[in-house]
Each structure stands twice: as C-alpha cells, then as structure tokens.
C-alpha cells in the first residue's frame, strides 16, 4: 500500500489550515505524567465520586434491555434536572430541559444555530477554551471585553459594542466562578447583562457547570433565573457527579427545542439512554443531596488551603482571584515574568504544574504573566506542599526581574 | 416574567432558516407508538443485546475510580477494535484509531474537517439521512448521483462529475448493505472507486456500520481493505454491541489524528472513558464473537423470511433489493403509488408502519414510489404477519391505479 498523506496533501476545508491542538488540552496531557503534582487540569477529585450509588444504579438500569436500545430523551432525567435547577434558583418545567452529551455540545450545538460564517462575536479576553474552539470553523470576527477581577466581565464595555452598532451571535457568561479566572459576575452587572441582551435582542448563553459548586454563603441567582427570554442555560453533570457520563443539559425556550434538536442530531443523533437512565437513577436514589454537601465541603476545604499557602508562600508582588466557588484560582505575577518558561521550570525543578494564562487568551500575548491554578483534583497536603514549591520558584523568579 | 420568544424572533445563524426537523427521526417516532408493528426505525433487536456479560463488565470497570473521571482514548479499546478490523480484513494499527461518540459524530467531524461553506458534495440521490443533515449548515452545492439496486453506488457518474471539473468535498459510500437501499458495492465499482479518489485527490469516507452483519457467504472486502490513503473508514458499535453506547470509531492515516482531535472537542471534548473501557472489557471478555454469530444468523433468517414474505404477499409489479447484510430492503412500487398516503391508510388499516422512500431522497420527489423495511427488529412471525397484511393494502392501492 501507499504511505499515508501527510495532513497537508489533504485537501482540508479553509478554516483547518491555521488549525492548531488546544494548548490547554495539550499542557494538560503533559502535566498528567507521573510524579508531576498538577494543579493544571479541571479535573474533579476521583475519590469523591459517588462510585458505589452509581454503580448500583447502573446496574438496576442494565436488568431492563431497552436501557441499551436507541430512545429518546428521558423522561425521568429531564425531571430530575427541574430538580436540580431549582436548587440552583430556576424554576423550570422539564418542556424547557434539553439533553445534551456533555455542557460542551450545548455550547457547540448552539453557536452552529446561532453563528453565520464570518459573523461577529463579542468575548471575554481570557476565557474558557472550549468556547474559543467552538468559534474557529466559523472565522468570526472577536470584539473582546476585559474582565475584572472582582466583579467579572465588563458589560459596559459589552454595551459600548452594542450602542455602536456592532452586533453579536450570542453574548457569553461563566457567571458563577469563571473558567479560568474564578471570579463570579457581581450581582448589579447579571442585571446589566440582561438589560443589554434585551435591549439589543442578543441570546446570553450562561455556562454554568460550577452554580450547584459554591462554597461561601452568599449565593446569587444565575442569569437564567432572572430572565427566561433571552438565557439559554448550560448545565453539566461533569462536576457534580462524573465527567464520564458526558451528560448535561440546557433550559431553553420550548419552542426552540425542535431546532436544536436537528443540529444535535448532526453530532451525535441522540445521547446515551443507558447514561441518562443510570444518570437518572442515582439522582432519584436519594444519594445526591449528601454528595453533593460532601463535594461543597471537600473542595471549599481545599480553596480555603490554597488561598492561605498563597498568601503563606507565594512573594508579596503576586496578586490572586478569590473564588466562591468552582475549581480555579487565577494568579498574576509582576509584568515581566513569562508563565509559560516558569512552567518549563517548575516541571524540571519542582515537579509542579498549572496551566500559563496565554492558554486561555483570545488576543495573542494577553495572561503572559497569569497562570491558573485548580483546588479540586490534589489533597490539602498536596496542595499546601505544592503552592509552597511554586512559590519558591516564582520568589526567585521575580528576584531575576527586580 | 416575559413570554419565550418564539424561534423566528431569535437571531438565529441563515442556514437555519429552512431548518426542519429529520423526516426520518419525525416519522419513527410517529410509527413508534404502542401498538403498531414498525418496520420502520433502524433498530438493532433488544432481545439479542449481550446485557448480562455487558452488564459484568461494566460492573468491573466501575469499581476503578478512574472509570468515571476525563481521559484520553482508552489503548485497550484502540486494540479490540484493530482486532475488529482484521475479522472486516483491514490491516490496520492502534495508532490509525480515532474513537467518536458514535460513527454519526465520525461523519460530523469529517464534513466539518473537509467541507467549506458553499462548498460542492457529490451525492447519492437517495442515501443516510445524517449524512444528508451533516451537510446542511454549510448549505453546499450538492450534485447527484444514481444507485444501482443491484450494484451500487454509479461510479461513472462520479468519473463524469469529476472529469468535467467539478470536486467533492469528499465522496461517500456506504459500501455494504446501504441504507437505506440495501445494495452492497460490487467489487468492479469498489476498485473504481478508490481509483477515481486517487485520481482527483479526494478522500472517500466509507461508513461501514453494517460491515461486520454480512449473512451470505461471499465477503468483499471493504474499501478501507483495498487504500489506505484516500479511505477513511467509520465503524459503529451501535448495531454489533448495542445503540445507547453512542461509541464508534475512524480508521484514518495518523497524521490527520491531531487536527480531528481538535474538531472533535469542539462537540463533546472526548468519549466517555466509562463506555469506552465497559465496550473494551466486554470485547476482551470473549463473549463477542460468539454474539456476532448469534446476530448474523438471526438479522439472516430474518432477512430470508421478509425476502419470502414479499414473494408470498406482495403484488407482481413490486420489486425489491436483496440485501446481503445490514437491516433494510427497498422497495420500489409502480410509478404513482404514493408511499407516505399508502403510510398513512397501513397505519390505520394495518397498524403497520414502514419509512416512504422520499425522506431518503436528495433531490425532492425523488422516492415517493418507494418504502424502506427494516428486518432487524421484529421477530420472524411479526414479520410474515406484517408483509402480508401490507401487501394487502399495497395490492388494493396498485389496483386502485391500474
């Protein structure tokens, strides 16, 4: 037989030339070898996982041959997620519950419904990759908005877009402990977002996978259930139970739920029946309330350890987001010190790593002296001995600079 | 609150504009109802699922954590489905496998990867409808081709297009047991076919769900088994271990592994590590090939006893494929029966349901003379019961017009 062609002799369409692996993906499966202590994934912590409740719900669903048949979206799990939307603030009714494999496809199924080639998109500086990445085949223009670190994206800065004509397929918000920053949109700009979504009749996306994972007492209402016009909710079952079901949902308007059935079809026709059964059954068994308190407690824990090995290790330049809830810290050193190199020593020297801030910047350059940090995935011990190794390394670092 | 908007008031992306929902998906849920004896769907038969050693081995799998957690393609499933291939005759290696969320996803992924906005596909006039939805976002310009009921796909229509100019995106075959015609590609148009790809450099991509649920014993062999530089090849596990997996696969050339990596975490960022290490255990139970064999005889009986069905009961002036694997005849009836108002008298006459011919079609009206049956999913007596009873009401209609 022939040797294979190499990528480029195949005649690929226009928007894959530039086409380059996720840098977060790939730091990620670099950082996963063995004896790196990584805080650079967005990994939940394995051994909270309700391993055992699920199991035996899978294996209740697996007596019942339908459960591996093609199906339609189950019932049953759509009224478990009106539960769980409710806790979360949202009153909903399972008409309005759209079932998804994975928080990602409902970003992509989405942007393919809402997004012409070439159209315009309004986003964050730094933010998600996965939303980045859903956005590349259609070569859209970016206009990008700063984020603060205190009270999240700049709706302003959205409004001043839109008050001078420019328009957007979709406005996005990670409203509660952004990816990758871990701020949460204070409460007067949720209501601005809303406001200019309405004024200018562009549909908000909420990504929400961290609303159930808050840890400080204070909790504000999500976008959605402010407004059920112009929100389109994304939820997921990745944080909250397991990334391995690839399972979550949107709350959208009935009436287009016909729609975005057609283009979820193109991905995949349907989701799993056997995951959104067992899924469905575990939640009905009772045991989620406990796990859920059991995560909230474990992973607040492990924010609180790394907020104080911060300010215990880290030098005095370094300034750091405070999450309330999520998985993620965001760290900023002094301009100057590129993360990207530091990662190259801390592998080496320290055995410690994080994911450099450029990763996640939409303009090229942005974060260079950023880096996130993940709480959920390490031990407190851990986290506490590896903060103070990343600082030891950060404090000569700066000494280099100054 | 305000009233959901209704969809036309959404900003939603041009291509959506004359979005409807599948025909296909619409129609068997329709025929889906208690009651009605449904040759309709493409339903693998729930009796027949492996559901107590898949159920032992999904047991087994959750009881490691990591089940449950994000992570890259399982090596040991990469290594069952190698050994899959050689049992169709592809010679092929680990590193050739790219996992999907089922072969749909595969064909998602493809289109997006090879297909530009307005781009040009030639097309059967008459194949998979997700192949056919695939395409709709980038509202391409699609050139038809006829298929032979008795050889296939029409290569040298293919050659005309191409030689006068024209490109194709990619072409696509469904090279054994086609659906929804039935046909399989005889060995002369496979080796033409393959041709003219290397000839004007555009990749074929081969969807092979049924490949392995052959019943006669002449086996041909696959595209992907003759080139592996212009094939890429979908394999499913949907219809040989069970649909609600949603796990299939590529067999493509390594190089092009890192970009489709990329398209493919824009729509679900990777496969269940559950399912794919549940699918690989139970493969490496040893329990699979003595499944498969189960299937074949049972989907052939069945086969043989719609094809003597349709001899018995259907009227002289039908005519129909005899399929040599897959799940679905075609059947062409007199120019002038009109198959979904003959849908719609058997449903009410007949409780029997079948898909007419036009929601396979490309080209409007194309079909409408002619229905699909489905032969997987009854049981033998069902099937004789319904042919009979739909030949009846078939043979009133042709007399109704002759």
């Not at 294979?4 to 790939?26: C, D, E, I």
């Not at 810290?329 to 590129?338: A, Q, R």
Request: charged content about 20%; glycine content about 8%; hydrophobic content about 45%.
């Amino acid at each position: 037989m022939n040797p294979s062609p190499s990528p480029a002799q195949f005649p690929s369409a226009n928007w894959t030339h530039g086409l380059k692996r996720s840098v977060l993906r790939q730091m990620i499966a670099v950082t996963a070898q063995p004896g790196i202590l990584s805080f650079a994934g967005g990994l939940p912590a394995p051994e909270l996982f309700p391993r055992e409740p699920f199991a035996e719900a899978m294996a209740q669903v697996l007596r019942e041959p339908l459960s591996l048949q093609y199906g339609p979206p189950q019932a049953a799990l759509k009224e478990q997620i009106v539960g769980l939307m409710a806790q979360r603030g949202v009153s909903c009714t399972p008409e309005q519950i759209f079932i998804t494999t994975g928080a990602q496809q409902g970003l992509d199924v989405l942007t393919r419904f809402l997004l012409n080639p070439g159209g315009t998109m309004i986003l964050e500086n730094i933010v998600y990759t996965g939303a980045q990445q859903v956005l590349a085949p259609f070569q859209p223009r970016i206009l990008t908005v700063p984020t603060d670190l205190q009270a999240g994206m700049d709706v302003k800065a959205i409004e001043a877009y839109l008050a001078g004509g420019e328009r957007s397929a979709y406005l996005y918000s990670i409203t509660e402990a952004h990816n990758p920053l871990g701020v949460s949109l204070s409460h007067t700009r949720r209501h601005q977002l809303i406001e200019a979504a309405a004024q200018y009749a562009i549909p908000i996306v909420e990504d929400d996978p961290y609303g159930l994972l808050v840890y400080d007492d204070e909790l504000l209402p999500p976008l959605r259930a402010l407004d059920d016009q112009w929100v389109i909710y994304l939820g997921s079952f990745s944080k909250i139970l397991a990334p391995a079901l690839r399972l979550g949902w949107m709350v959208a308007p009935p009436a287009l739920l016909p729609q975005l059935t057609v283009v979820k079809e193109m991905g995949d026709l349907e989701s799993s029946v056997l995951i959104q059964r067992a899924a469905a059954t575990f939640l009905a068994s009772g045991h989620f309330p406990e796990h859920l308190a059991r995560l909230r407690q474990e992973y607040g824990h492990r924010r609180d350890v790394m907020l104080q090995a911060l300010a215990d290790y880290f030098p005095a330049e370094a300034r750091w987001t405070r999450p309330r809830g999520g998985m993620f810290i965001w760290v900023e050193l002094p301009d100057g010190v590129d993360t990207a190199a530091l990662l190259e020593t801390t592998i080496a020297q320290e055995k410690v790593a994080f994911i450099p801030g450029h990763a996640f910047a939409v303009e090229p350059g942005c974060g260079r002296n950023c880096l996130r940090l993940n709480f959920s995935n390490a031990t407190a011990e851990k986290i506490e001995d590896g903060i103070a190794r990343l600082g030891r390394v950060i404090g000569e670092e700066i000494g280099k600079i100054c």
